[in-house]
Each structure stands twice: as structure tokens, then as C-alpha cells.
């Protein structure tokens, strides 16, 4: 049989397979550098894992912590229809019973239906880490498994540094997981614990086991430290596995784990496989969001299917032929996975940009003049150091203010803005910003207090305008970004502000952008074409209405 033959056999077979997804974001993702989750995060993030259609949801190891602890009692009460909640925790300690074991018990007194117990695979580890025997890692691990298993708990055995010690002892790592097996192990998940495999390794040592094992499920938990955690995990499938271990964005210690959201995509659409809950791969976008916002971390633009970038075309040659056949430029429909397709705009566009970026309301797809138009402010503008790739409110005020007549009408002026900043010896700094703005002929004169300029002048805006627009407190900042656009001026540069917002209403995230030598005037251009945008469109809606 020649390899493409082979191939499309193997493609054949995976589909409607079913692959169950195993999400370890409150336990392994906690892992990474910055991420903390609260308690209320975590029983959050639960549900909606839930609502996803994940099969296990490791809650963390119940020993390590009183809130990893609290998180087994608490999530007992969530209505959870579809995941199956999981404790993880090391094999017994050596010299002592499993009904002794402290580690033991605190599994089993979490009351989680699965429990995930780790072991040493390597023989190195069991020389230089555990300092036991072959032979009584091998009872650790038996013993450990068995507990549970005799306690009606479904016991998952994660193969620690498997595909690693198989390396170097392929006889004893396989004897490990069959110590496992015996002991009543449903699931045997293979880590490449240390990210260092490459995908050919993966597939051949995975069918091995697959094999060997034809009556246990095997699964795959790969790290990402070569950048192939996803692509490990896909051929894992392939070669055997029905489970698959990872997180969400592949957050995770190192490099992370294998993406969930990438590996949920591709096996439901790449492989026509069976996971998650049925509608559930359009709710990716939402899910990738929802734990960037919760772990405090920035969103990644470039992530594949969920990212901000994943589906922009900034060529004009792209944008071109993606408005007659979208197929030229994207593997799939964005909305697919919950995201959009963006065009870009920039001094590299051409009118084919504009015509595709400017929301069709404008109405300019086939107005030549208008297209031109907004190009050259938006040359002119970039001229001066915006950017407009992830400011599309911004871009929208831009192009208002371009075509002018019924898409323009300021709904303020600036009389002036004041920040002053107090600052005693160590004490905290202290910050006032007063903002004096004309709307409809009256002045409005508000003051407040923040945690610095750009937080003081939002609430003051927001209050000189929140009797007329309620909808201003919709508004929420997410990312706050600045970047140096001429770098020879040293302190005197100018700066390029981009703020992303949250629209706490719509659930919607938007950019805005301004530009200054001075860092607290481009912050206020940014915020304020933010929240005009935001409640142009408000005023839109209710004429609309």
C-alpha cells in the first residue's frame, strides 16, 4: 500500500471517531508563569467547560491547597451535565501503604467520580527522583491505582515522561503501564512530559501501545516545548489514542500544553471526529476569550481559529481575492469557530481594502470617490504613527468623520482636559483628572479620581456624559498598550496608545488608537474615540428602534 493510499485510509477511519477531551487548564494551566485562577474562577470556568462539552475537567490536586481543596466541595453542587470532574495526585509515597497515604485519601475524600494518578515511567526517575526499585515503583503505581479503582472511582493513569522512558527502556515503561492495567486503570494517558518528541516518534511509539493495550483507552498529554504539542496530540490520534489531555489556549508551565481549542478544531473539522457537544466548536472564540480574561493574560492575535489575526487579510491582492472566493485566502469560514474575517487597513491598502474594512452601512462598496477618501486619511494618519490593524473604532471614527454629513455629529467638544498627579516620598501616588467639555451649547465641568491619568480621565468623561448616555458605562478596558514610533526623539517620542475595550452589553471587543508626544493626550484620543463610537452607535440603534 502506497503512503497516500495509506493515508487516506487512516483519514477515513477517524471519522466519527469519538475522542474524548480532558481539559487540566485549572490544574496544569495554573502552572504557568502569571496565571492564578480564584476559587469563583475556577467553578467559572468549570460550567462553562461543561456547557462545551468537555469529558473531564481536572479540578487540581486536593492536597496542595485549602482552594484546590474547597474547589472539590464547591463544584459537587454545579448542575454539571456532560464533564466528569477529576482530582490528579502522585502515586503513593514509597515505604507505606495506599490506606495510609495522605495523597490517598485526599483523592478519594474529594469525592471526584475520576481520579488521575501520576507515575514514573522513566527509569531515570525512578533511580534519581523516587530512589526506589523498578519493582516497588511498580507496586506504588499498582497500589495507587487500585485504591481507587475499589473505591468505584474511575482511575485515570497519566503516564509521567512516558514517550522519554520508553526511549530509553522500552521493556520497563511498558511494564509500568501494564502495573496500571492490572490494578484496574480505564484510561492510559502517555505524557511527553518534557515537550522534546517529534511527531514521527509520537505516532510510532503510540501505535505500539495502542496495540499492545487493545482493551484499555489510551490517551496523550503532550507539553509544547518544541512547538508540537498540538500536532503531537493530532498524530497521537491517529496512531491509537481516544483521549486527549491539554488546555485551553495551551496555557501551561514552559511553553504550555497542547491547545485544546486547536486540537477540539481540527479533530472536528480536519478528521470529522466526535467531540465536544454538538454546536459546540462555534463556541471556541468565546471559550479561548473567556480564559485569557480570567488568567489576566493578553490575547494572543496570531492564535490559530480563535485569534484576532487568524482570518485578517492585509494584501491588497488577498483582500481582492477573497472578496470574490473567500476560499483563496482561509482553510475554513470563521464563523465555524465563533471568530470574523477582517480586513485591514494601512498605508500598504488599496481601495479594495477600504471597500471591504468599511462596514457595509457606509455604503462606499462602489463609490470610487468615497473609497479614495478615507484611503488618504488613512495614509495621512499612519503618516503621523496610528495604526489602525487593531483599532476598528478608531477606523470607524475615521471614516465618520471622512464621509461626514448623517454619519458625523460630535456629540461633544472639548473645552480642556487636567490631570494632576500627587506624589509624597513613598506614599501612593495620588491622580485627578478634571474634563470640562461643551455638549448640546452647555458646558460640563466633572472631576474624579483614579488610578492614574488614563483611569481618572475615563471616569471624569464617562460622568460629564452618563446622564444623556447611559450606555457609557458599558464600556470596559481590557489592554492598554504603548509603543514608541520614533524611537531618535528618545524621551521627546512619539507614542502610539492602543487600548482594547470590552462592551460588558454586546459582549463585543473593539480597539481604539491615538498618537501624541505626550503619552496622557494619545491615551485620551484613543479613549475618546472609544466611547464616541460606542454611543454613535447606541444613538443609531434606538433611532433605528
Same mark, same amino acid.
Given at each position: 500500500m502506497n503512503a497516500k493510499v495509506k493515508n487516506a485510509k487512516n483519514a477515513?477511519?477517524?471519522?466519527?471517531?469519538?475522542?474524548?477531551?480532558?481539559?487540566?487548564?485549572? &490544574?496544569?494551566?495554573? +502552572?504557568? +508563569?502569571?496565571?492564578?485562577?480564584?476559587?469563583?474562577?475556577?467553578?467559572?470556568?468549570?460550567?462553562?467547560?461543561?456547557?462545551?462539552?468537555?469529558?473531564?475537567?481536572?479540578?487540581?490536586?486536593?492536597?496542595?491547597?485549602?482552594?484546590?481543596? +474547597?474547589?472539590? +466541595?464547591?463544584?459537587?453542587?454545579?448542575?454539571?451535565?456532560?464533564?466528569?470532574?477529576?482530582?490528579?495526585?502522585?502515586?503513593? &509515597?514509597?515505604?507505606?501503604?495506599?490506606?495510609?497515604?495522605?495523597?490517598?485519601?485526599?483523592?478519594?475524600?474529594?469525592?471526584?467520580?475520576?481520579?488521575?494518578?501520576?507515575?514514573?515511567?522513566?527509569?531515570?526517575? !525512578?533511580?534519581?527522583?523516587? &530512589?526506589?526499585?523498578?519493582?516497588?515503583?511498580?507496586?506504588?503505581?499498582?497500589?495507587? !491505582?487500585?485504591?481507587?479503582?475499589?473505591?468505584? &472511582?474511575?482511575?485515570?493513569?497519566?503516564?509521567?515522561?512516558?514517550y522519554d522512558g520508553y526511549r530509553a527502556n522500552p521493556e520497563y515503561a511498558i511494564a509500568t503501564l501494564q502495573s496500571a492495567c492490572d490494578a484496574g486503570a480505564v484510561c492510559l494517558a502517555l505524557c511527553d512530559t518534557n515537550g522534546g518528541s517529534t511527531s514521527d516518534y509520537i505516532a510510532e511509539v503510540t501505535r505500539t501501545v495502542a496495540e499492545t493495550f487493545g482493551d484499555v483507552k489510551i490517551g496523550i498529554h503532550c507539553h509544547n516545548d518544541s512547538g508540537l504539542a498540538v500536532a503531537n496530540s493530532l498524530i497521537a490520534v491517529r496512531s491509537g489514542a481516544v483521549h486527549v489531555q491539554g488546555t485551553i489556549n495551551g496555557i501551561g508551565e514552559r511553553c504550555g500544553n497542547a491547545d485544546l481549542v486547536c486540537v477540539a478544531a481540527n479533530l472536528a473539522l480536519k478528521y470529522g471526529c466526535d467531540v465536544l457537544q454538538p454546536g459546540a466548536i462555534a463556541k471556541l472564540s468565546e471559550i479561548s476569550r473567556l480564559i485569557y480574561e480570567l488568567a489576566n493574560l493578553n490575547l494572543r492575535e496570531h492564535q490559530p481559529f480563535v485569534g484576532s489575526a487568524a482570518f485578517a487579510h492585509k494584501g491588497g491582492m488577498h483582500v481582492h481575492a477573497v472578496q470574490r472566493n473567500v476560499s483563496t485566502y482561509e482553510h475554513i469560514d470563521p464563523a465555524v469557530v465563533g471568530n470574523a474575517r477582517r480586513v485591514l487597513v494601512s498605508e500598504l491598502s488599496g481601495v479594495s481594502n477600504i471597500a471591504a474594512a468599511v462596514p457595509k452601512k457606509f455604503n462606499i462598496a462602489d463609490d470610487k470617490d468615497s473609497q479614495r477618501k478615507v484611503l488618504q486619511r488613512v495614509m495621512d494618519m499612519e503618516g503621523e504613527g496610528y495604526e489602525f490593524e487593531a483599532a476598528e473604532a478608531s477606523l470607524e471614527m475615521l471614516v465618520r468623520k471622512t464621509l461626514g454629513g448623517k454619519w458625523y455629529q460630535s456629540l461633544w467638544e472639548l473645552d480642556h482636559y487636567r490631570c494632576v498627579i500627587l506624589k509624597r516620598g513613598s506614599e501612593e501616588a495620588l491622580t485627578e483628572a478634571t474634563v470640562k467639555i461643551v455638549r448640546d451649547g452647555k458646558p460640563v465641568h466633572t472631576v474624579a479620581e483614579g488610578d492614574g491619568p488614563v483611569d481618572s480621565l475615563t471616569k471624569a468623561l464617562k460622568a460629564a456624559l452618563r446622564d444623556e448616555y447611559s450606555h457609557v458605562d458599558d464600556l470596559h478596558l481590557m489592554d492598554y498598550r504603548v509603543r514608541v514610533v520614533n524611537t531618535q526623539a528618545e524621551t521627546a517620542a512619539r507614542v502610539r496608545v492602543v487600548i482594547e475595550w470590552r462592551d460588558a452589553n454586546t459582549g463585543a471587543c473593539f480597539g481604539s488608537v491615538g498618537t501624541d508626544e505626550n503619552i496622557v493626550d494619545a491615551s485620551w484620543l484613543a479613549l475618546a474615540d472609544a466611547i464616541e463610537y460606542k454611543l454613535l452607535i447606541e444613538k443609531e440603534k434606538s433611532t433605528e428602534g
Open positions: 477515513e477511519t477517524m471519522k466519527s471517531k469519538r475522542v474524548e477531551l480532558y481539559d487540566t487548564t485549572l &490544574r496544569d494551566g495554573t +502552572q504557568a +508563569q502569571g496565571v492564578n485562577f480564584s476559587l469563583k474562577d475556577k467553578l467559572e470556568i468549570a460550567e462553562h467547560l461543561d456547557a462545551l462539552g468537555v469529558d473531564y475537567i481536572e479540578g487540581g490536586y486536593p492536597l496542595s491547597n485549602p482552594k484546590d481543596e +474547597q474547589f472539590f +466541595q464547591e463544584v459537587a453542587k454545579l448542575n454539571l451535565k456532560t464533564a466528569r470532574i477529576a482530582a490528579f495526585g502522585m502515586t503513593r &509515597r514509597k515505604n507505606i501503604t495506599a490506606e495510609q497515604d495522605v495523597g490517598m485519601q485526599a483523592l478519594l475524600n474529594s469525592g471526584a467520580p475520576a481520579v488521575t494518578i501520576v507515575g514514573k515511567t522513566w527509569d531515570l526517575h !525512578v533511580r534519581d527522583v523516587l &530512589r526506589v526499585s523498578e519493582d516497588e515503583n511498580r507496586e506504588m503505581i499498582f497500589d495507587s !491505582v487500585q485504591i481507587m479503582a475499589k473505591a468505584g &472511582r474511575e482511575a485515570i493513569y497519566d503516564a509521567e515522561h512516558f
